[in-house]
Protein backbone atom coordinates (compact mmCIF):
# COMPACT_ATOMS: atom_id res chain seq x y z
CA UNK A 1 0.00 0.00 0.00
CA UNK A 2 1.88 3.25 -0.81
CA UNK A 3 0.86 6.48 0.53
CA UNK A 4 -0.23 9.81 -0.41
CA UNK A 5 1.03 12.73 0.70
CA UNK A 6 -0.60 16.54 1.63
CA UNK A 7 2.08 19.25 1.73
CA UNK A 8 -1.03 21.44 2.53
CA UNK A 9 -4.31 20.69 5.24
CA UNK A 10 -6.80 19.80 2.34
CA UNK A 11 -9.79 21.90 2.71
CA UNK A 12 -12.63 19.19 2.68
CA UNK A 13 -11.99 15.36 3.83
CA UNK A 14 -13.13 13.92 0.38
CA UNK A 15 -9.76 14.15 -0.59
CA UNK A 16 -8.90 12.20 2.55
CA UNK A 17 -11.76 9.57 2.04
CA UNK A 18 -10.65 9.52 -2.01
CA UNK A 19 -6.97 8.33 -0.72
CA UNK A 20 -8.33 5.90 1.52
CA UNK A 21 -10.92 4.44 -0.84
CA UNK A 22 -8.08 3.84 -3.58
CA UNK A 23 -5.93 1.77 -1.04
CA UNK A 24 -3.04 4.51 -0.24
CA UNK A 25 -2.69 5.80 3.22
CA UNK A 26 -3.08 9.72 3.73
CA UNK A 27 -0.28 11.58 5.56
CA UNK A 28 -0.79 15.33 6.10
CA UNK A 29 2.96 16.50 6.67
CA UNK A 30 4.47 19.79 8.40
CA UNK A 31 8.11 20.71 8.10
CA UNK A 32 6.98 24.44 9.66
CA UNK A 33 4.69 24.64 12.62
CA UNK A 34 1.07 25.53 10.82
CA UNK A 35 -1.23 27.98 11.79
CA UNK A 36 -4.10 27.43 14.95
CA UNK A 37 -6.32 26.80 11.00
CA UNK A 38 -4.36 24.22 10.00
CA UNK A 39 -3.95 22.95 13.17
CA UNK A 40 -8.29 22.47 14.27
CA UNK A 41 -8.94 21.53 10.85
CA UNK A 42 -6.04 18.93 10.65
CA UNK A 43 -7.28 17.69 14.06
CA UNK A 44 -10.79 17.59 12.72
CA UNK A 45 -9.83 14.96 9.90
CA UNK A 46 -8.44 13.33 12.85
CA UNK A 47 -11.36 12.49 14.61
CA UNK A 48 -12.65 11.52 11.28
CA UNK A 49 -10.11 8.95 9.87
CA UNK A 50 -8.83 7.53 13.26
CA UNK A 51 -5.62 5.48 12.74
CA UNK A 52 -5.97 5.29 8.90
CA UNK A 53 -4.87 9.59 8.64
CA UNK A 54 -1.01 10.06 9.38
CA UNK A 55 -0.12 13.11 11.08
CA UNK A 56 3.68 13.72 9.75
CA UNK A 57 6.06 16.44 11.52
CA UNK A 58 9.53 16.53 10.10
CA UNK A 59 12.63 17.92 8.60
CA UNK A 60 12.33 21.79 10.59
CA UNK A 61 15.66 22.65 9.32
CA UNK A 62 17.13 20.35 11.59
CA UNK A 63 16.29 23.00 14.51
CA UNK A 64 14.32 21.91 17.87
CA UNK A 65 10.45 20.58 16.72
CA UNK A 66 8.16 21.89 19.76
CA UNK A 67 5.65 19.64 20.68
CA UNK A 68 3.52 21.79 22.71
CA UNK A 69 1.39 22.13 19.43
CA UNK A 70 0.39 19.08 20.05
CA UNK A 71 -2.05 20.29 22.04
CA UNK A 72 -4.31 21.35 19.28
CA UNK A 73 -4.25 17.94 18.07
CA UNK A 74 -6.06 15.81 20.99
CA UNK A 75 -7.64 13.06 18.10
CA UNK A 76 -4.59 12.21 16.23
CA UNK A 77 -4.08 8.68 16.50
CA UNK A 78 -1.41 8.21 13.95
CA UNK A 79 1.78 10.26 14.43
CA UNK A 80 5.17 10.71 13.20
CA UNK A 81 7.94 12.68 14.34
CA UNK A 82 11.06 12.16 11.96
CA UNK A 83 14.03 13.10 10.60
CA UNK A 84 14.15 15.82 12.99
CA UNK A 85 17.28 16.87 15.33
CA UNK A 86 15.76 17.44 18.53
CA UNK A 87 12.08 18.05 20.52
CA UNK A 88 11.17 20.46 23.28
CA UNK A 89 9.64 17.97 25.20
CA UNK A 90 7.96 14.07 25.03
CA UNK A 91 5.65 14.52 27.64
CA UNK A 92 2.85 16.34 24.98
CA UNK A 93 3.16 13.48 22.52
CA UNK A 94 2.64 10.56 25.65
CA UNK A 95 -0.39 12.78 26.78
CA UNK A 96 -1.95 12.27 23.68
CA UNK A 97 -5.18 10.34 24.49
CA UNK A 98 -6.12 8.74 20.90
CA UNK A 99 -2.53 7.66 20.00
CA UNK A 100 -2.34 4.00 18.52
CA UNK A 101 0.36 4.06 16.13
CA UNK A 102 3.86 6.38 16.82
CA UNK A 103 7.08 6.78 14.33
CA UNK A 104 9.39 8.28 16.18
CA UNK A 105 12.82 9.44 14.56
CA UNK A 106 14.41 12.40 16.25
CA UNK A 107 18.24 12.15 15.91
CA UNK A 108 19.23 14.21 19.09
CA UNK A 109 16.69 12.83 21.50
CA UNK A 110 18.55 12.18 24.56
CA UNK A 111 16.23 10.37 27.00
CA UNK A 112 16.86 6.76 26.36
CA UNK A 113 13.85 5.75 28.93
CA UNK A 114 11.13 7.88 27.62
CA UNK A 115 8.81 4.65 26.09
CA UNK A 116 7.97 4.72 30.11
CA UNK A 117 6.58 7.49 29.40
CA UNK A 118 4.06 6.32 27.08
CA UNK A 119 0.56 4.15 27.11
CA UNK A 120 2.18 1.37 25.31
CA UNK A 121 -1.16 -1.30 26.27
CA UNK A 122 -2.48 0.98 23.42
CA UNK A 123 -0.01 1.17 20.76
CA UNK A 124 -0.63 -1.02 17.50
CA UNK A 125 2.30 0.42 15.92
CA UNK A 126 5.39 1.63 16.26
CA UNK A 127 8.53 2.40 14.46
CA UNK A 128 11.70 3.73 16.70
CA UNK A 129 14.37 5.06 14.23
CA UNK A 130 17.97 5.24 15.35
CA UNK A 131 19.04 8.03 17.25
CA UNK A 132 22.53 9.86 17.99
CA UNK A 133 23.32 7.48 20.72
CA UNK A 134 21.56 4.23 20.46
CA UNK A 135 20.48 4.28 23.79
CA UNK A 136 16.58 3.88 23.59
CA UNK A 137 15.64 1.13 26.47
CA UNK A 138 13.14 -1.48 24.77
CA UNK A 139 12.21 -3.05 27.74
CA UNK A 140 9.35 -1.00 28.72
CA UNK A 141 7.53 -2.63 25.61
CA UNK A 142 6.63 -5.77 27.77
CA UNK A 143 3.47 -3.60 28.56
CA UNK A 144 2.79 -3.16 24.65
CA UNK A 145 0.29 -6.15 24.49
CA UNK A 146 -1.77 -4.88 21.41
CA UNK A 147 1.47 -4.03 19.22
CA UNK A 148 1.18 -5.47 16.31
CA UNK A 149 3.82 -4.07 14.32
CA UNK A 150 7.35 -3.21 15.12
CA UNK A 151 9.86 -1.06 12.85
CA UNK A 152 13.32 -0.68 15.41
CA UNK A 153 16.53 0.35 13.62
CA UNK A 154 19.77 0.43 15.21
CA UNK A 155 17.99 -0.48 18.95
CA UNK A 156 18.55 -3.82 20.94
CA UNK A 157 18.83 -2.73 24.47
CA UNK A 158 15.65 -4.88 26.32
CA UNK A 159 14.43 -5.78 22.65
CA UNK A 160 13.57 -9.21 24.95
CA UNK A 161 10.95 -7.43 26.17
CA UNK A 162 8.79 -8.06 23.01
CA UNK A 163 9.17 -11.58 22.42
CA UNK A 164 6.23 -12.03 24.78
CA UNK A 165 3.76 -9.61 23.38
CA UNK A 166 0.74 -11.88 22.38
CA UNK A 167 -0.65 -9.45 18.98
CA UNK A 168 3.41 -9.10 17.95
CA UNK A 169 2.63 -10.28 14.28
CA UNK A 170 5.05 -8.02 11.57
CA UNK A 171 8.79 -7.15 13.31
CA UNK A 172 11.50 -5.45 11.21
CA UNK A 173 14.89 -4.49 12.19
CA UNK A 174 17.38 -2.22 10.87
CA UNK A 175 20.95 -2.22 11.61
CA UNK A 176 20.44 -4.55 14.38
CA UNK A 177 24.19 -5.01 16.12
CA UNK A 178 25.46 -7.93 14.90
CA UNK A 179 26.50 -8.40 19.33
CA UNK A 180 22.97 -9.52 19.23
CA UNK A 181 21.66 -12.42 17.88
CA UNK A 182 18.23 -13.33 16.64
CA UNK A 183 16.98 -16.15 18.77
CA UNK A 184 14.96 -13.90 21.03
CA UNK A 185 12.28 -13.73 18.20
CA UNK A 186 11.58 -17.59 18.83
CA UNK A 187 9.62 -17.90 21.54
CA UNK A 188 7.26 -14.59 19.55
CA UNK A 189 4.49 -17.26 19.27
CA UNK A 190 2.77 -14.96 16.78
CA UNK A 191 5.36 -13.70 14.84
CA UNK A 192 4.53 -13.98 10.60
CA UNK A 193 6.71 -11.27 8.98
CA UNK A 194 10.12 -10.85 9.71
CA UNK A 195 11.93 -7.90 7.56
CA UNK A 196 15.79 -7.64 8.06
CA UNK A 197 17.81 -4.93 6.51
CA UNK A 198 21.34 -3.72 7.07
CA UNK A 199 23.80 -4.45 9.78
CA UNK A 200 26.33 -6.92 10.18
CA UNK A 201 26.17 -10.56 10.87
CA UNK A 202 27.36 -13.78 9.52
CA UNK A 203 24.53 -16.32 10.35
CA UNK A 204 20.87 -15.94 10.98
CA UNK A 205 20.81 -19.83 11.80
CA UNK A 206 20.15 -19.23 15.68
CA UNK A 207 16.92 -17.75 14.40
CA UNK A 208 14.02 -20.50 13.62
CA UNK A 209 10.20 -20.17 13.85
CA UNK A 210 7.74 -22.92 12.97
CA UNK A 211 4.97 -20.13 12.04
CA UNK A 212 6.67 -17.43 10.38
CA UNK A 213 5.45 -16.93 6.97
CA UNK A 214 7.02 -13.93 5.20
CA UNK A 215 11.33 -13.36 5.65
CA UNK A 216 12.95 -10.44 3.98
CA UNK A 217 16.62 -10.10 4.28
CA UNK A 218 18.25 -7.13 2.47
CA UNK A 219 21.69 -6.25 2.46
CA UNK A 220 23.19 -7.64 5.18
CA UNK A 221 26.89 -7.36 5.48
CA UNK A 222 29.10 -10.41 5.54
CA UNK A 223 26.18 -12.64 5.73
CA UNK A 224 26.62 -16.57 4.41
CA UNK A 225 24.12 -18.50 6.34
CA UNK A 226 20.58 -18.56 5.85
CA UNK A 227 20.81 -22.33 7.88
CA UNK A 228 18.08 -24.92 6.38
CA UNK A 229 15.39 -22.80 5.31
CA UNK A 230 12.68 -25.64 5.76
CA UNK A 231 13.31 -25.07 9.56
CA UNK A 232 10.38 -22.08 8.70
CA UNK A 233 8.01 -24.74 7.50
CA UNK A 234 5.12 -21.94 6.99
CA UNK A 235 7.12 -19.86 4.86
CA UNK A 236 5.21 -18.69 2.17
CA UNK A 237 7.10 -15.61 0.83
CA UNK A 238 10.89 -15.76 0.89
CA UNK A 239 13.05 -11.98 -0.42
CA UNK A 240 16.90 -12.16 -0.71
CA UNK A 241 18.66 -8.71 -1.88
CA UNK A 242 22.14 -7.55 -2.11
CA UNK A 243 23.62 -10.53 0.06
CA UNK A 244 27.12 -10.58 -1.50
CA UNK A 245 28.35 -13.23 -0.24
CA UNK A 246 25.90 -15.98 -0.35
CA UNK A 247 26.52 -18.72 -2.86
CA UNK A 248 23.85 -21.25 -2.52
CA UNK A 249 19.93 -20.98 -1.48
CA UNK A 250 18.33 -23.83 -0.39
CA UNK A 251 14.52 -23.60 -0.40
CA UNK A 252 13.92 -27.28 -0.12
CA UNK A 253 11.30 -28.61 1.98
CA UNK A 254 9.21 -25.39 1.74
CA UNK A 255 6.03 -24.56 0.13
CA UNK A 256 6.15 -21.34 -1.35
CA UNK A 257 4.26 -18.77 -3.15
CA UNK A 258 6.74 -16.39 -3.86
CA UNK A 259 10.55 -16.03 -4.62
CA UNK A 260 12.25 -12.80 -5.03
CA UNK A 261 16.24 -12.92 -4.95
CA UNK A 262 18.22 -10.15 -6.36
CA UNK A 263 21.63 -8.39 -6.72
CA UNK A 264 23.14 -11.86 -5.34
CA UNK A 265 26.29 -11.58 -6.96
CA UNK A 266 27.85 -14.53 -5.72
CA UNK A 267 25.05 -16.68 -5.57
CA UNK A 268 25.47 -19.53 -7.93
CA UNK A 269 22.45 -22.43 -7.02
CA UNK A 270 18.64 -22.53 -5.70
CA UNK A 271 18.47 -25.43 -4.72
CA UNK A 272 14.72 -27.21 -4.62
CA UNK A 273 13.05 -24.51 -6.41
CA UNK A 274 11.24 -27.36 -8.98
CA UNK A 275 9.46 -28.92 -5.71
CA UNK A 276 7.73 -25.75 -5.61
CA UNK A 277 4.41 -26.52 -6.64
CA UNK A 278 2.33 -22.99 -5.29
CA UNK A 279 4.76 -20.54 -6.31
CA UNK A 280 2.92 -17.49 -8.18
CA UNK A 281 5.85 -14.95 -8.67
CA UNK A 282 9.46 -16.10 -9.11
CA UNK A 283 12.26 -13.23 -9.86
CA UNK A 284 15.90 -14.80 -9.84
CA UNK A 285 18.67 -13.69 -11.84
CA UNK A 286 19.05 -15.61 -15.30
CA UNK A 287 22.48 -16.55 -14.71
CA UNK A 288 21.11 -18.53 -11.27
CA UNK A 289 21.25 -22.15 -11.43
CA UNK A 290 18.04 -23.59 -10.50
CA UNK A 291 17.49 -26.97 -9.29
CA UNK A 292 15.22 -29.35 -7.50
Known amino acids: MGTAQFQNVPESSDEIGDVIRSGRAPVIQFSEPPDGAALARTDAYCAEFGARLQIRFYGFQWREFDTSLLRHLPHVANLSIDTVRTIADFAPVASLPNLTRLRFGVYEHPDGRFLQQLDLARLTHLTLAENKRRNFDLSPLAAATSLEQVFIQGHDRGIEAISALPCLSDVSLSGFPKRHDLAFLNSLASLRSLFLILGTRSSIAEFTHPALSKLRIVWIRELEDLGPLRRFTALEDLTIEDQLRLTVLDIGGLDLRRL ?33
Open 260 to 292: TVSNCKRLERIVGIEGQARLEHVQIPAAVTATG
